[in-house]
């Protein structure tokens, strides 16, 4: 069964960072690419960053670049979402998602079918 964990979230004041892990069984892991999705209320959910944990190629939303780092440990079948300089606009709900990875080097292309629980993330100002 495929299980998808988050962890990490909390609240934090404008500035201030977070790490959110995403921690993954019952597939195997460098054959699917892992994206982080945020979901604020009243608002559409939207992919923050994605990572295909075969190659390593990633991408971001442009509202985070430079700021978020998603990063990948196979051996601990874990993806982590580095989060500097929050802000409030960063405020909601993380999910994490596993897709089967094509190895086209475009994780946000894929298909992500399986969802972690989420993971509240409020930013004060």
């Known amino acids: 069964e495929v299980q998808l964990v988050e962890s990490g979230g909390g609240l934090v004041q404008a500035g201030e960072s977070l790490r959110l892990s995403c921690a993954a069984s019952g597939f195997i892991f460098k054959d699917y690419a892992i994206s982080w999705f945020r979901q604020a209320p009243g608002k559409e959910r939207e992919r923050v960053s994605c990572i295909s944990t075969g190659d390593g190629s990633t991408y971001y939303t442009d509202s985070v670049k430079g700021r978020f780092t998603i990063s990948s440990d196979n051996a601990k079948k874990t993806v982590i979402l580095q989060m500097n300089s929050l802000n409030p606009e960063d405020t909601a709900v993380y999910y994490c998602?596993?897709?089967?990875?094509?190895?086209?080097?475009?994780?946000?292309?894929?298909?992500?079918?399986?969802w972690g629980q989420g993971t509240q993330v409020t930013v004060s100002s």
């Open positions: 998602a596993a897709g089967i990875d094509y190895g086209l080097g475009r994780c946000y292309d894929y298909e992500y079918n399986h």
